[in-house]
T-cell receptor, first 107, second 116 residues
Framework: KNEVEQSPQNLTAQEGEFITINCSYSVGISALHWLQQHPGGGIVSLFMLSSGKKKHGRLIATINIQEKHSSLHITASHPRDSAVYICAVRFSNDMRFGAGTRLTVKP | GAVVSQHPSWVICKSGTSVKIECRSLDFQATTMFWYRQFPKQSLMLMATSNEGSKATYEQGVEKDKFLINHASLTLSTLTVTSAHPEDSSFYIC????????????FGSGTQLSVL
């Protein structure tokens, strides 16, 4: 069983829709990252969370340490948001990745 | 924001040759760098954790003699794929932890390795 479970695996949305991607992990962590990978392979770290909630533009990330769960929300989605979103959790210096969520936002 | 430069962005080599990939933090000190591999349509897989001035810590199943990691300075880590074979063809990505920025990770742009 993967230590990091992401859902959904694939997500297609219409432009403007509210998007939620979920990440659950099985053991205690020191930090959780949400990463965005574009078709060319480039990766951007969107958020690093250890508690609570962070917001950057149209992106919101939350984490519930007790429930070992994090969500990434995209408000007013846009075709340029189309990418693979990856949840990564850090256990001291180890890191484990979710399988990724492939988001396609249609105009 | 902080920048991590990774070179080369792509490389094609013959089977049996060695390939070196560089990962540099351009405007911050990175005491820890991470190397990942990604096969097509799969998620990232951590290969090793590289700490400046010490030996890298390899993940289970990653051959340390095949994937040589050197992190000799606070701004440079290198991954050398020795005696590369076609099965080593993959997308290799590095990231660096900025100790001055709440340990946020910054990623290189990746290296696509194709071994013929």
């Amino acid at each position: 069983k993967n230590e990091v479970e992401q859902s959904p695996q694939n997500l297609t949305a219409q432009e403007g829709e509210f998007i939620t991607i979920n990440c659950s992990y099985s053991v205690g962590i020191s930090a959780l990252h949400w990463l965005q990978q574009h078709p060319g392979g480039g990766i951007v770290s969107l958020f690093m969370l250890s508690s609570g909630k962070k917001k950057h533009g149209r992106l919101i990330a939350t984490i519930n340490i007790q429930e070992k769960h994090s969500s990434l929300h995209i408000t007013a989605s846009h075709p340029r948001d189309s990418a693979v979103y990856i949840c990564a959790v850090r256990f001291s210096n180890d890191m484990r990745f979710g399988a990724g969520t492939r988001l396609t936002v249609k105009p | 924001g902080a920048v991590v430069s990774q070179h080369p962005s792509w490389v094609i080599c013959k089977s049996g040759t060695s390939v070196k990939i560089e990962c540099r933090s351009l405007d911050f000190q990175a005491t820890t760098m991470f190397w990942y591999r990604q096969f097509p349509k799969q998620s990232l897989m951590l290969m090793a954790t590289s700490n400046e001035g010490s030996k890298a810590t390899y993940e289970q199943g990653v051959e340390k003699d095949k994937f040589l990691i050197n992190h000799a300075s606070l701004t440079l880590s290198t991954l050398t794929v020795t005696s590369a074979h076609p099965e080593d063809s993959s997308f290799y990505i590095c990231s660096a932890k900025d100790r001055a920025a709440d340990e946020k990770l910054f990623f290189g742009s990746g290296t696509q390795l194709s071994v013929l």
